[in-house]
């Protein structure tokens, strides 16, 4: 059976755009829908002002890139807290603990248990005013590259009954870090608190070379000083030792304030 023409007129004289349109009216309406959403999620996402640019697009072999920019206002950060450092670190070096007992009085007072004590006066009174404080041994292993805002070695000077001019108090710095700011609010306050004099032609190579100065990290100020001599200061260095300690203290406050 062969086909049937179709000699419709309207259908052979009609343009060649009107027949394309009639036989493809399906795919026609996907790509209008299609065509409006892409317009209905790029007007969502654009932002207000039309202000939204393509900075850069690059060819990477098959791939193009093209990082789009999406102008965001500024959010000024609120902080709800003041944000404060972290507490400083004071080393506070019991002059002989741990190793031996240092000077020694006829009555068997020793410096050890004088330096000890000035230590532990030393770092409460430190912590009640929000200064964190480590207690350390004469060779405390902890000594090795030791970092901290400042460290002090307490040492009590000779219990022989020498003359009368053997009272007072002397300090040496560490030679390895500049210290003298550390030594000098030391000093000050030291002598101001105690009304001992200060002896500084009376500093001993051993305390001038102490050890810890070259144990402890670089960049580290530190000082040892002997408080007082065990003979005639020994009152004031153990049953009314206020003075004293309120020497060092305000001696690291000052530093600490300086620094």
């Known amino acids: 059976m062969q086909p049937q023409r179709n000699d419709s007129p309207w259908q052979n004289n009609s343009p060649f755009w009107q027949r394309f349109i009639r036989r493809n009216i399906p795919l026609l309406i996907y790509l209008f829908l299609a065509f409006a959403g892409m317009l209905a999620v790029y007007w969502y996402f654009n932002p207000s ?3 939204a640019e393509v900075i850069a697009s690059v060819v990477s072999g098959t791939q193009l890139s093209a990082p789009l920019v999406k102008n965001v206002p500024a959010k000024p950060v609120e902080q709800r807290l003041a944000q404060s450092t972290g507490p400083r670190r004071i080393g506070i070096i019991a ?3 741990g190793f031996d007992s240092g000077a020694v009085c006829a009555d068997g007072l020793t410096e050890a248990s ?3 004590a000035l230590a532990e006066k030393l770092a409460v009174n430190l912590q009640s005013n929000g200064i964190r404080t480590e207690i350390l041994d004469e060779f405390d292993a902890r000594l090795t590259g030791y970092s901290a805002a400042a460290l002090i070695s307490i040492h009590a ?7 009368e001019l053997a009272t007072g108090f002397k300090i040496s710095g560490s030679s390895f870090t500049d210290s003298s700011k550390l030594s000098i609010c030391m000093e000050n306050a030291y002598g101001t608190a105690t009304q001992l004099p200060y002896h500084a032609n009376t500093i001993t190579a051993d305390m001038a070379n102490y050890h810890a100065f070259r144990e402890i990290s670089p960049g580290t100020p530190a000082i040892i000083i002997e408080v007082g001599f065990m003979y005639l200061d020994r009152k004031r260095l153990t049953i ?3 003075p004293v300690v309120i020497g060092l203290v305000n001696g690291v406050t000052c530093f600490l304030e300086q620094s």
Do not use: T
Request: aromatic share 0%.
């Open 49 to 51: 002002g039309g202000d």
């Open 95 to 97: 002059g002989h603990k």
């Open 114 to 116: 004088i330096n000890a």
């Open 157 to 163: 000077d000779s219990c022989e009954p020498i003359n």
């Open 240 to 242: 009314e030792s206020d």
